[in-house]
Protein backbone atom coordinates (compact mmCIF):
# COMPACT_ATOMS: atom_id res chain seq x y z
CA UNK A 1 0.00 0.00 0.00
CA UNK A 2 1.24 3.73 -0.65
CA UNK A 3 2.44 5.30 2.15
CA UNK A 4 1.02 8.09 2.45
CA UNK A 5 -2.29 6.35 1.63
CA UNK A 6 -1.21 4.10 5.22
CA UNK A 7 -0.96 7.33 6.86
CA UNK A 8 -4.03 8.80 5.90
CA UNK A 9 -6.36 5.47 7.42
CA UNK A 10 -4.20 5.44 9.88
CA UNK A 11 -4.95 9.11 10.84
CA UNK A 12 -9.11 7.99 10.36
CA UNK A 13 -8.33 5.46 12.76
CA UNK A 14 -7.46 7.67 15.37
CA UNK A 15 -10.18 10.21 14.89
CA UNK A 16 -10.34 11.46 18.07
CA UNK A 17 -6.99 12.52 18.73
CA UNK A 18 -6.18 13.90 15.27
CA UNK A 19 -9.52 15.69 15.81
CA UNK A 20 -8.09 17.61 19.30
CA UNK A 21 -4.61 18.14 18.11
CA UNK A 22 -5.03 20.05 15.29
CA UNK A 23 -7.24 22.26 17.38
CA UNK A 24 -5.10 22.99 19.74
CA UNK A 25 -2.47 23.87 16.96
CA UNK A 26 -5.25 25.89 15.32
CA UNK A 27 -5.99 27.69 19.02
CA UNK A 28 -2.29 28.47 19.39
CA UNK A 29 -1.51 29.58 15.71
CA UNK A 30 -4.71 31.54 15.81
CA UNK A 31 -3.96 33.20 18.73
CA UNK A 32 -0.50 34.16 17.38
CA UNK A 33 -1.11 35.34 13.92
CA UNK A 34 -4.16 37.40 15.57
CA UNK A 35 -1.45 39.26 17.37
CA UNK A 36 0.74 39.98 14.77
CA UNK A 37 -1.72 40.71 12.33
CA UNK A 38 -3.69 43.35 14.23
CA UNK A 39 -0.86 45.23 15.48
CA UNK A 40 0.57 45.23 11.86
CA UNK A 41 -2.80 46.17 10.83
CA UNK A 42 -2.94 48.81 13.33
CA UNK A 43 0.57 50.27 12.82
CA UNK A 44 -0.06 50.34 9.07
CA UNK A 45 -2.99 52.19 9.32
CA UNK A 46 -1.76 54.71 11.85
CA UNK A 47 1.36 55.62 10.04
CA UNK A 48 -0.73 55.89 6.76
CA UNK A 49 -2.91 58.58 8.76
CA UNK A 50 0.00 60.48 9.93
CA UNK A 51 2.00 60.60 6.89
CA UNK A 52 -0.50 63.49 5.12
CA UNK A 53 0.49 66.54 6.73
CA UNK A 54 4.31 67.33 8.81
CA UNK A 55 2.10 69.85 11.13
CA UNK A 56 -0.98 70.34 12.95
CA UNK A 57 -1.54 74.05 14.36
CA UNK A 58 -4.21 74.42 17.50
CA UNK A 59 -5.02 75.41 20.35
CA UNK A 60 -2.44 75.24 23.05
CA UNK A 61 -3.29 72.02 25.01
CA UNK A 62 -2.80 68.08 25.12
CA UNK A 63 -0.63 67.56 21.64
CA UNK A 64 -1.80 64.13 21.44
CA UNK A 65 -5.24 65.34 21.87
CA UNK A 66 -4.87 67.89 19.22
CA UNK A 67 -3.62 65.18 16.88
CA UNK A 68 -6.15 62.61 17.84
CA UNK A 69 -9.25 65.06 17.13
CA UNK A 70 -7.55 66.67 13.89
CA UNK A 71 -6.74 63.86 11.98
CA UNK A 72 -8.82 61.21 13.42
CA UNK A 73 -11.45 63.09 14.52
CA UNK A 74 -11.52 61.55 18.25
CA UNK A 75 -11.77 63.50 21.19
CA UNK A 76 -13.55 67.27 21.50
CA UNK A 77 -11.62 70.05 20.32
CA UNK A 78 -9.15 71.69 22.42
CA UNK A 79 -10.10 75.05 21.66
CA UNK A 80 -9.86 77.79 18.02
CA UNK A 81 -7.40 79.78 16.32
CA UNK A 82 -7.43 82.30 14.86
CA UNK A 83 -8.36 82.15 10.95
CA UNK A 84 -5.67 84.62 9.94
CA UNK A 85 -3.19 82.06 11.10
CA UNK A 86 -4.56 80.18 8.46
CA UNK A 87 -4.34 82.93 5.95
CA UNK A 88 -0.71 83.71 7.58
CA UNK A 89 0.53 80.28 6.57
CA UNK A 90 -1.11 80.03 3.02
CA UNK A 91 0.39 82.86 1.91
CA UNK A 92 4.16 81.50 3.65
CA UNK A 93 6.56 80.74 0.94
CA UNK A 94 7.78 77.88 2.76
CA UNK A 95 4.16 76.03 2.97
CA UNK A 96 3.26 73.62 0.09
CA UNK A 97 -0.53 73.09 1.60
CA UNK A 98 -2.44 74.20 4.21
CA UNK A 99 -5.65 73.21 5.18
CA UNK A 100 -8.19 74.88 7.68
CA UNK A 101 -10.10 72.34 9.57
CA UNK A 102 -13.29 73.34 11.55
CA UNK A 103 -14.94 71.09 14.04
CA UNK A 104 -17.67 70.97 17.04
CA UNK A 105 -20.86 69.24 14.62
CA UNK A 106 -21.63 66.04 13.97
CA UNK A 107 -25.14 64.27 12.28
CA UNK A 108 -25.92 60.66 14.18
CA UNK A 109 -21.89 61.02 15.78
CA UNK A 110 -20.47 61.09 12.71
CA UNK A 111 -18.64 64.84 12.55
CA UNK A 112 -19.25 67.52 10.42
CA UNK A 113 -15.77 69.06 8.86
CA UNK A 114 -15.88 72.23 7.37
CA UNK A 115 -12.50 72.65 5.24
CA UNK A 116 -11.96 73.63 1.91
CA UNK A 117 -11.77 72.06 -1.40
CA UNK A 118 -7.59 71.42 -1.20
CA UNK A 119 -8.36 68.80 1.61
CA UNK A 120 -9.17 66.59 -1.10
CA UNK A 121 -6.40 67.55 -3.78
CA UNK A 122 -3.20 66.00 -4.69
CA UNK A 123 0.30 67.75 -2.86
CA UNK A 124 1.45 68.66 -6.02
CA UNK A 125 0.69 68.78 -9.84
CA UNK A 126 0.73 65.18 -11.08
CA UNK A 127 0.56 63.14 -8.11
CA UNK A 128 -1.60 60.37 -6.96
CA UNK A 129 -5.17 61.76 -6.37
CA UNK A 130 -5.75 61.42 -2.26
CA UNK A 131 -9.62 61.46 -2.81
CA UNK A 132 -11.66 60.49 -5.88
CA UNK A 133 -15.79 60.61 -5.40
CA UNK A 134 -17.92 57.44 -5.92
CA UNK A 135 -20.64 59.71 -7.59
CA UNK A 136 -21.75 63.27 -7.23
CA UNK A 137 -19.66 66.65 -6.54
CA UNK A 138 -17.86 68.21 -4.36
CA UNK A 139 -19.41 71.20 -2.19
CA UNK A 140 -19.87 74.13 -4.09
CA UNK A 141 -21.99 76.55 -1.69
CA UNK A 142 -22.73 76.68 2.10
CA UNK A 143 -24.57 73.66 3.29
CA UNK A 144 -23.59 71.47 0.86
CA UNK A 145 -21.56 68.23 1.97
CA UNK A 146 -19.28 65.08 0.28
CA UNK A 147 -19.49 62.06 3.13
CA UNK A 148 -17.05 59.54 3.08
CA UNK A 149 -17.69 55.94 2.36
CA UNK A 150 -18.19 54.58 5.80
CA UNK A 151 -21.22 57.68 6.05
CA UNK A 152 -22.85 56.63 3.10
CA UNK A 153 -23.21 53.18 3.88
CA UNK A 154 -24.00 53.23 7.38
CA UNK A 155 -26.27 55.54 6.68
CA UNK A 156 -27.65 55.00 3.83
CA UNK A 157 -27.69 58.61 2.67
CA UNK A 158 -27.15 59.53 -1.15
CA UNK A 159 -26.50 63.01 -3.34
CA UNK A 160 -29.68 64.69 -3.22
CA UNK A 161 -30.42 63.71 0.90
CA UNK A 162 -31.06 66.03 3.27
CA UNK A 163 -30.10 66.55 7.06
CA UNK A 164 -29.93 68.52 10.14
CA UNK A 165 -26.80 68.89 12.19
CA UNK A 166 -26.03 68.77 15.97
CA UNK A 167 -24.01 70.80 18.43
CA UNK A 168 -21.44 68.55 19.35
CA UNK A 169 -21.06 64.73 19.19
CA UNK A 170 -23.45 63.59 21.32
CA UNK A 171 -26.59 64.29 18.67
CA UNK A 172 -28.12 66.97 21.34
CA UNK A 173 -29.41 70.47 20.08
CA UNK A 174 -29.87 69.90 16.69
CA UNK A 175 -30.03 73.21 13.85
CA UNK A 176 -33.32 73.09 13.22
CA UNK A 177 -32.57 76.01 10.68
CA UNK A 178 -30.07 74.69 9.03
CA UNK A 179 -30.21 71.52 6.34
CA UNK A 180 -27.59 70.24 4.60
CA UNK A 181 -27.51 68.60 1.22
CA UNK A 182 -25.19 65.47 0.16
CA UNK A 183 -23.78 66.43 -3.09
CA UNK A 184 -21.34 63.85 -3.52
CA UNK A 185 -19.97 60.46 -1.91
CA UNK A 186 -16.42 59.63 -1.39
CA UNK A 187 -14.58 56.65 -2.49
CA UNK A 188 -13.47 54.55 0.13
CA UNK A 189 -9.69 55.57 1.13
CA UNK A 190 -9.33 53.45 4.26
CA UNK A 191 -8.60 56.11 6.69
CA UNK A 192 -10.52 58.41 9.32
CA UNK A 193 -11.92 60.57 6.41
CA UNK A 194 -14.48 57.71 5.42
CA UNK A 195 -16.46 58.80 8.56
CA UNK A 196 -16.30 62.46 7.69
CA UNK A 197 -18.80 64.39 7.00
CA UNK A 198 -16.95 67.45 4.52
CA UNK A 199 -18.47 70.77 4.24
CA UNK A 200 -16.81 74.56 3.26
CA UNK A 201 -15.88 76.20 6.68
CA UNK A 202 -17.83 78.90 5.55
CA UNK A 203 -21.01 76.43 6.79
CA UNK A 204 -19.71 75.46 9.86
CA UNK A 205 -19.31 79.18 10.61
CA UNK A 206 -22.52 80.14 9.73
CA UNK A 207 -24.01 77.25 11.88
CA UNK A 208 -22.70 78.86 15.03
CA UNK A 209 -23.25 81.96 14.25
CA UNK A 210 -27.18 80.74 13.71
CA UNK A 211 -26.86 79.32 17.15
CA UNK A 212 -26.02 82.09 18.77
CA UNK A 213 -27.77 84.64 17.22
CA UNK A 214 -24.84 86.34 15.60
CA UNK A 215 -24.46 88.41 12.60
CA UNK A 216 -22.63 86.59 10.02
CA UNK A 217 -21.65 89.27 7.00
CA UNK A 218 -20.48 92.38 8.71
CA UNK A 219 -16.98 93.14 8.39
CA UNK A 220 -15.81 93.08 11.71
CA UNK A 221 -17.15 89.98 12.61
CA UNK A 222 -15.53 88.66 9.42
CA UNK A 223 -11.99 89.84 11.33
CA UNK A 224 -12.51 87.17 15.11
CA UNK A 225 -13.06 83.89 12.32
CA UNK A 226 -11.57 81.14 13.69
CA UNK A 227 -10.85 77.20 12.82
CA UNK A 228 -10.13 74.20 15.26
CA UNK A 229 -6.86 73.20 13.85
CA UNK A 230 -5.02 73.77 10.81
CA UNK A 231 -3.04 71.00 9.13
CA UNK A 232 0.21 72.57 7.27
CA UNK A 233 2.28 70.66 4.36
CA UNK A 234 6.00 72.34 4.10
CA UNK A 235 7.79 72.47 0.42
CA UNK A 236 10.26 70.86 2.37
CA UNK A 237 10.69 68.53 5.50
CA UNK A 238 13.59 70.94 6.68
CA UNK A 239 11.38 73.96 6.96
CA UNK A 240 9.35 72.21 9.46
CA UNK A 241 11.47 72.99 12.77
CA UNK A 242 11.52 76.73 11.56
CA UNK A 243 7.06 76.52 11.06
CA UNK A 244 7.17 75.36 14.41
CA UNK A 245 8.90 77.14 16.22
CA UNK A 246 7.45 80.63 15.03
CA UNK A 247 4.01 79.00 16.01
CA UNK A 248 4.62 77.88 19.63
CA UNK A 249 5.68 81.50 20.03
CA UNK A 250 2.59 82.51 19.54
CA UNK A 251 -0.48 83.22 22.10
CA UNK A 252 -2.35 80.12 23.25
CA UNK A 253 -0.93 77.68 19.92
CA UNK A 254 0.81 75.06 19.73
CA UNK A 255 2.26 73.14 16.10
CA UNK A 256 3.04 69.41 16.70
CA UNK A 257 4.22 66.87 14.57
CA UNK A 258 1.87 64.14 13.84
CA UNK A 259 4.18 61.80 13.50
CA UNK A 260 6.17 61.64 16.54
CA UNK A 261 2.38 61.82 18.40
CA UNK A 262 1.41 58.77 16.64
CA UNK A 263 4.98 57.08 16.82
CA UNK A 264 4.29 57.77 21.14
CA UNK A 265 0.87 55.90 20.38
CA UNK A 266 1.97 53.09 19.10
CA UNK A 267 4.67 52.85 21.86
CA UNK A 268 1.38 52.86 24.09
CA UNK A 269 -0.32 49.84 21.59
CA UNK A 270 3.29 47.89 21.74
CA UNK A 271 2.73 46.77 25.70
CA UNK A 272 -0.42 45.66 24.67
CA UNK A 273 1.04 43.61 21.69
CA UNK A 274 3.35 42.27 24.52
CA UNK A 275 0.98 40.99 26.67
CA UNK A 276 -1.01 39.79 24.21
CA UNK A 277 2.31 37.82 22.75
CA UNK A 278 2.72 36.95 26.35
CA UNK A 279 -0.65 35.05 26.28
CA UNK A 280 -0.33 33.44 23.06
CA UNK A 281 3.21 32.06 23.98
CA UNK A 282 1.19 30.66 26.93
CA UNK A 283 -1.64 29.18 24.81
CA UNK A 284 1.47 27.43 22.93
CA UNK A 285 2.90 25.52 26.10
CA UNK A 286 -0.70 24.77 26.44
CA UNK A 287 -0.89 22.90 23.44
CA UNK A 288 2.43 21.96 22.81
CA UNK A 289 1.31 19.50 26.44
CA UNK A 290 -2.36 18.94 25.10
CA UNK A 291 -0.37 17.35 21.90
CA UNK A 292 2.31 15.23 24.39
CA UNK A 293 -0.62 14.06 26.25
CA UNK A 294 -2.13 12.88 23.04
CA UNK A 295 0.53 11.12 21.70
CA UNK A 296 0.97 9.71 24.73
CA UNK A 297 -2.39 8.46 25.10
CA UNK A 298 -2.15 6.88 21.70
CA UNK A 299 1.25 5.11 22.53
CA UNK A 300 -0.79 1.73 23.35
CA UNK A 301 -2.31 1.82 19.78
CA UNK A 302 0.84 2.42 18.22
CA UNK A 303 2.95 0.59 20.03
CA UNK A 304 0.91 -2.70 18.88
CA UNK A 305 0.66 -1.48 15.29
CA UNK A 306 4.46 -0.73 15.30
CA UNK A 307 5.33 -4.65 16.25
CA UNK A 308 3.39 -5.72 13.83
CA UNK A 309 4.30 -3.80 10.93
CA UNK A 310 8.09 -4.74 12.18
CA UNK A 311 6.86 -8.64 12.56
CA UNK A 312 5.80 -8.46 8.47
CA UNK A 313 9.16 -7.45 7.62
CA UNK A 314 8.19 -3.08 6.93
CA UNK A 315 11.49 -1.48 7.94
CA UNK A 316 11.99 0.84 10.58
CA UNK A 317 12.60 3.81 7.87
CA UNK A 318 9.28 2.77 6.29
CA UNK A 319 7.93 3.23 10.14
CA UNK A 320 9.33 6.14 11.21
CA UNK A 321 8.35 7.58 7.78
CA UNK A 322 4.61 7.34 8.31
CA UNK A 323 4.48 8.22 12.06
CA UNK A 324 6.23 11.81 10.37
CA UNK A 325 3.77 11.86 7.53
CA UNK A 326 1.13 11.70 9.99
CA UNK A 327 1.79 14.14 12.06
CA UNK A 328 2.86 16.14 9.15
CA UNK A 329 -0.70 16.05 8.22
CA UNK A 330 -1.91 17.09 11.67
CA UNK A 331 0.58 19.95 11.86
CA UNK A 332 -0.26 21.75 8.56
CA UNK A 333 -3.92 21.38 9.09
CA UNK A 334 -3.75 22.84 12.53
CA UNK A 335 -1.70 25.44 11.22
CA UNK A 336 -3.88 26.49 8.32
CA UNK A 337 -6.78 25.93 10.51
CA UNK A 338 -5.41 28.24 12.78
CA UNK A 339 -4.49 31.59 10.01
CA UNK A 340 -8.16 31.18 8.94
CA UNK A 341 -9.37 31.48 12.26
CA UNK A 342 -6.96 34.30 12.56
CA UNK A 343 -8.26 36.03 9.54
CA UNK A 344 -11.86 35.72 10.77
CA UNK A 345 -10.68 37.32 14.52
CA UNK A 346 -9.12 40.10 12.02
CA UNK A 347 -11.62 40.76 9.91
CA UNK A 348 -14.04 41.47 12.82
CA UNK A 349 -11.16 43.49 14.80
CA UNK A 350 -11.05 45.28 11.05
CA UNK A 351 -14.96 46.04 11.37
CA UNK A 352 -14.79 47.59 14.71
CA UNK A 353 -11.59 49.53 13.76
CA UNK A 354 -13.26 51.02 10.63
CA UNK A 355 -16.46 51.75 12.70
CA UNK A 356 -14.78 53.58 15.71
CA UNK A 357 -11.29 54.41 14.21
CA UNK A 358 -12.19 55.30 10.90
CA UNK A 359 -9.65 52.83 9.17
CA UNK A 360 -9.98 49.60 7.60
CA UNK A 361 -7.68 46.76 8.34
CA UNK A 362 -5.82 44.39 5.70
CA UNK A 363 -7.00 41.22 6.18
CA UNK A 364 -5.40 37.53 4.09
CA UNK A 365 -1.63 39.59 5.22
CA UNK A 366 0.88 37.23 4.30
CA UNK A 367 4.19 38.96 5.45
CA UNK A 368 7.69 37.59 5.81
CA UNK A 369 6.91 37.39 9.39
CA UNK A 370 3.55 35.59 9.07
CA UNK A 371 5.23 33.08 6.96
CA UNK A 372 7.93 32.77 9.40
CA UNK A 373 6.36 32.49 12.25
CA UNK A 374 3.58 30.08 10.45
CA UNK A 375 6.57 27.46 9.84
CA UNK A 376 7.49 27.65 12.79
CA UNK A 377 4.55 27.00 14.47
CA UNK A 378 4.48 23.88 12.20
CA UNK A 379 7.91 22.46 12.46
CA UNK A 380 7.34 23.09 16.67
CA UNK A 381 4.14 20.99 16.43
CA UNK A 382 5.68 18.43 14.41
CA UNK A 383 8.68 17.96 16.45
CA UNK A 384 6.54 17.65 19.49
CA UNK A 385 4.29 14.88 18.14
CA UNK A 386 7.12 13.02 17.00
CA UNK A 387 9.58 13.03 19.96
CA UNK A 388 7.16 11.05 21.90
CA UNK A 389 6.25 8.54 19.49
CA UNK A 390 9.77 7.88 18.40
CA UNK A 391 10.94 7.46 21.75
CA UNK A 392 7.94 4.74 22.19
CA UNK A 393 9.29 3.07 18.87
CA UNK A 394 13.19 2.68 19.57
CA UNK A 395 12.04 1.48 23.15
CA UNK A 396 9.88 -1.58 21.55
CA UNK A 397 12.43 -1.73 19.07
CA UNK A 398 15.23 -2.01 21.77
CA UNK A 399 13.39 -4.60 24.06
CA UNK A 400 12.37 -7.10 21.04
CA UNK A 401 16.05 -7.12 20.33
CA UNK A 402 17.08 -7.62 24.00
Not at 18 to 47: H, P, Y
Not at 59 to 79: I, R, V
Amino acid sequence: MNIIKFSLKSILGRKTNTIFTAIAIMIAAALVFSVMMIFEGLDKGIKDQAGSYDIVVGAEGSPMQLTLNSLLYFDKPLGNVPYSLYEELRDDERVLRVVPIALGDSYESYPVIGTTLEFFQPFREGLQERFSLAEGSYFKSTYEVVIGASVARELDLQVGDHFHSSHGFEGNNEHDEMEYIVTGILEPVGSADDKGIFTSIESVWHAHEEETGEEAHTEEHEDEKEVTAILVKPQMLGFAPGLKEEIDKKNEMQAVYPVIMFRQLLETFSIGKQIAMLLATISIFMAVLFIVFAVLGSMNQRRGETMILRSLGVPRYKIATNILIEMSFVSLIGTSMGYFLSQTIVFLVGTYSKMYLGFAMPTFIISSNIIYVGVSIFLLALIISFIPTLFLFNRDIGRKQA
